[in-house]
C-alpha cells in the first residue's frame, strides 16, 4: 500500500507505518517547512528516503496530487466491531459507512472522525471505496490513526453493536427527528449512507434512531463528509457539555 502527499507520509512517519520513502529530484534541497520535517522523521525513524524523477511519483501516486513525496506503508492492521467497542477511550462513539464509493469523501469522513476523536470505522469490505492513496490523501494522513474495521455485511455489524450495549443513529434526510435531538451522550454509532442513494433498506431497518440535519437553503442535503462533520461535532458538544455539568 502506498500513501502520497507531505500530511500522509508525515502522518505514516509519525503512526511507525512507513518502511519506505521516495521524493522527487530536488525534493531533499527544500529548506524549512513540512520538507524538512519529512525528511528528518525519516532519518529519524531510520526509514530509507531514495530520490527519484518525479514521472515515477506520478505513475505510483495515479497522477494524484503528491507533493513530491511517496511511501510504502505497512497494511492497516485488522479490526473488529468488538475491538472499536472494548477499546474506546471513554463512551464508545463510532461510525458505520454504508457504501461509501468516493475515496476522497471516505478521505474527508476519515480526517473528521479522527478530529473529533471517535473510537474507530466500520465499512464495508465490498462496493466501498479503497483504502488506498487518494483516501489518504483526502484524510490528511488521518488514516494513520484511526481505527478501522472491514466487514462483509453492515447489518450484521450493527446487530453487534446492539449486543455490545451501542446505540445506532442512522442519518437520512427524510427523517423527522433532527439530529441534534439524538443523545450523544450514550454508546453511539453513528450510520451514513452511500452518495445519492442514501442507507440501504435493511441497514436502516436496522437503525435504533434514524435523524436528519434540517435544510434551510435550496439544496435538500449536505454532502455525506460534511454531514457527517456536523453530526459528529454536535456529539462532541454533548459530550462536552455533559462531563462540565
Do not use: W
Given at each position: 500500500m502506498i500513501v502520497y502527499g507531505i500530511n500522509p507520509?508525515?502522518?505514516?512517519?509519525?503512526?511507525?507505518?512507513?518502511?519506505?520513502?521516495?521524493?522527487?529530484?530536488?525534493?531533499?534541497?527544500?529548506?524549512?517547512?513540512?520538507?524538512?520535517e519529512v525528511l528528518a522523521l525519516a532519518r529519524e525513524r531510520g526509514v530509507r528516503v531514495r530520490e527519484v524523477p518525479s514521472d515515477v511519483l506520478d505513475r505510483e501516486s495515479r497522477h494524484g496530487v503528491h507533493?513530491?513525496?511517496?511511501?510504502?506503508?505497512?497494511?492497516?492492521?485488522?479490526?473488529?466491531?468488538?475491538?472499536?467497542?472494548?477499546?474506546?477511550?471513554?463512551?464508545?462513539?463510532?461510525?458505520?459507512l454504508d457504501g461509501i464509493e468516493d475515496p476522497h469523501n471516505l478521505g474527508a469522513i476519515l480526517r473528521t472522525a479522527d478530529a473529533a476523536g471517535a473510537d474507530g470505522v466500520i465499512m464495508q469490505t465490498r462496493r466501498s471505496a479503497a483504502l488506498g492513496g487518494a483516501a489518504a490523501k483526502a484524510s490528511a494522513g488521518a488514516v494513520a490513526h484511526i481505527r478501522i474495521a472491514e466487514v462483509v455485511n453492515i447489518a450484521r455489524a450493527l446487530e453487534e453493536l446492539k449486543e455490545a450495549g451501542v446505540w445506532t443513529i442512522g442519518l437520512v434526510g427524510e427523517a423527522m427527528t433532527p439530529y441534534d435531538s439524538i443523545d450523544f451522550t450514550a454508546p453511539s454509532a453513528l450510520v451514513l449512507g452511500a452518495e445519492g442513494a442514501?442507507?440501504?433498506?435493511?441497514?436502516?431497518?436496522?437503525?435504533?434512531?434514524?435523524?436528519?440535519?434540517?435544510?434551510?437553503?435550496?439544496?435538500?442535503?449536505?454532502?455525506?463528509?460534511?454531514?457527517?462533520?456536523?453530526?459528529?461535532?454536535?456529539?462532541?458538544r454533548q459530550r462536552r457539555r455533559a462531563e462540565l455539568a
Open positions: 507520509v508525515l502522518e505514516a512517519l509519525r503512526a511507525g507505518r512507513a518502511k519506505s520513502v521516495r521524493v522527487a529530484s530536488g525534493f531533499s534541497r527544500k529548506k524549512g517547512g513540512q520538507s524538512t507533493q513530491g513525496v511517496v511511501a510504502d506503508v505497512e497494511e492497516l492492521k485488522d479490526y473488529n466491531v468488538e475491538d472499536l467497542v472494548r477499546g474506546a477511550r471513554a463512551v464508545p462513539l463510532i461510525v458505520v442514501g442507507l440501504r433498506r435493511l441497514v436502516r431497518e436496522r437503525c435504533d434512531f434514524l435523524a436528519s440535519i434540517p435544510m434551510a437553503g435550496h439544496v435538500g442535503s449536505l454532502n455525506v463528509s460534511v454531514a457527517a462533520g456536523v453530526t459528529l461535532f454536535e456529539a462532541v
